[in-house]
């Protein structure tokens, strides 16, 4: 049985601060997802990694996947108020059509 | 273009009464599912569907019951609410077909469900 484990599973950090937040998942998967969801609203889209070694950027945010070690994360650069959020990763069990998702991490960027 | 549409908003049960909470996507997704959210437990999935006709079990899929006549609504009912119901339930949505399969999900607003 597919499980997904994040950590920290909360963070406080300064802006201007960099930080990681890990994923780690328990068996063979083809796909990783990173999601943003606000107090109060739905889940968003961040990024999409498919193969080992993948890398994705966007503004002060980083993804990347290593499937060799069943591990993703998600690198904050000089975090700003606005990332403020919990963020999710979820992962496909291969074969099948079940994402799996982490606990989240709750992330508060003091200013 | 609205996306995934999810009602109602809010809903208040009591226990062992019955309800459904509606789905509907207009984005031609085949696959759609539904999470529950608890706090400290992320998103468990209740169940999936890969098209229509078609519906699976997810993790948590006892106490809830869906259907899929149409590639557009996917609604999930609940046959005799509990307590340990209550949550905030989402619906999404995405791609499933070759080539497209690697499309995020899509989520709507959410259900907030209180059952006493």
């Known amino acids: 049985e597919l499980k997904v484990e994040q950590n920290p599973l909360f963070l406080s950090m300064q802006e201007g601060k960099n930080y990681t937040i890990y994923c780690n998942y328990s068996?063979?998967?083809?796909?990783l997802y990173w999601y943003r969801q606000d107090p109060g609203k739905s889940l968003e889209s961040l990024f999409v990694?498919?193969?080992?070694?993948a890398v994705k950027q966007e503004g002060r945010l980083m993804a990347s996947l290593d499937t060799k070690a069943r591990l993703s994360t998600l690198h904050i650069t000089a975090a700003v108020h606005d990332l403020s959020a919990t963020y999710f990763c979820?992962?496909?069990?291969?074969?099948?059509?079940?994402?799996?998702f982490g606990t989240g991490t709750r992330l508060k960027v003091l200013a | 273009n609205a996306g995934v549409t999810q009602t109602p908003k809010f809903q208040v049960l009591k226990t062992g009464q019955s309800m459904t909470l509606q789905c509907a996507q207009d984005?031609?997704?085949?696959?759609m599912s539904w999470y529950r959210q608890d706090p400290g437990m992320g998103l468990r999935l209740i169940h999936y569907?890969?098209?229509?006709?078609?519906?699976d079990q997810g993790e948590v899929p006892n106490g809830y019951n869906v259907s899929r006549s149409t590639t557009e609504d996917f609604p999930l009912r609940l046959l005799s609410a509990a307590p340990s119901q209550t949550s905030v339930y989402f619906c999404?949505?995405?791609?499933?077909?070759?080539?497209?399969?690697?499309?995020?999900?899509?989520f709507g607003n959410g259900t907030r469900l209180t059952v006493t």
């Open positions: 999404a949505s995405s791609y499933s077909r070759e080539g497209l399969n690697n499309s995020p999900l899509h």
């Open positions: 068996t063979t998967s083809d796909r």
């Open positions: 990694l498919l193969s080992n070694g």
């Open positions: 979820a992962v496909i069990t291969s074969g099948t059509y079940k994402y799996i």
């Open positions: 984005m031609n997704h085949e696959y």
């Open positions: 569907s890969v098209g229509a006709g078609i519906t």
